[in-house]
């Protein structure tokens, strides 16, 4: 099977760090069938009364609309030092040595795993 290597963007919210509210955020996008393949949720490191909700992807009018009911926006990729791919195809240790080597795993699934890079 062929994998498939492209740079993704992310949709982010910076939210309470308090219980429900991933679910919360969720909601709308469930409710407008948005067809998620990454969904992180993480505290900001320094404050432990703030975290990220990041998503994707948003494609469509009704999950576009219902990602920014839910306070969510594009991730300004350009004011961080990552750069964020997703990679498509079996997802084998053997394959994920060739193509990640240096990359942290985010997110794995039988067909799919998501990667962040350090620039």
């Known amino acids: 099977m062929p994998v498939y290597v492209k740079p993704i963007t992310l949709w982010r919210a910076e939210v309470e760090n308090q219980p429900g509210v991933l679910a919360q955020t969720l909601e709308p996008l469930a409710a407008a069938g948005a067809d998620l393949q990454i969904v992180m949720g993480y505290r900001l490191p320094g404050d432990r009364a703030r975290a990220a909700i990041e998503i994707f992807p948003v494609t469509g009018a009704r999950a576009l609309s219902a990602a920014q009911t839910a306070g969510?926006?594009?991730?300004?990729?350009?004011?961080?030092?990552?750069?964020?791919?997703?990679?498509?195809?079996?997802?084998?240790?053997s394959q994920r040595r060739w193509l990640m080597p240096e990359s942290t795993l985010i997110s794995s699934s039988p067909k799919s795993a998501a990667t962040a890079t350090r620039l």
């Open 72 to 93: 969510l926006s594009e991730a300004a990729i350009s004011a961080c030092t990552w750069q964020v791919t997703t990679a498509q195809g079996w997802d084998t240790p």
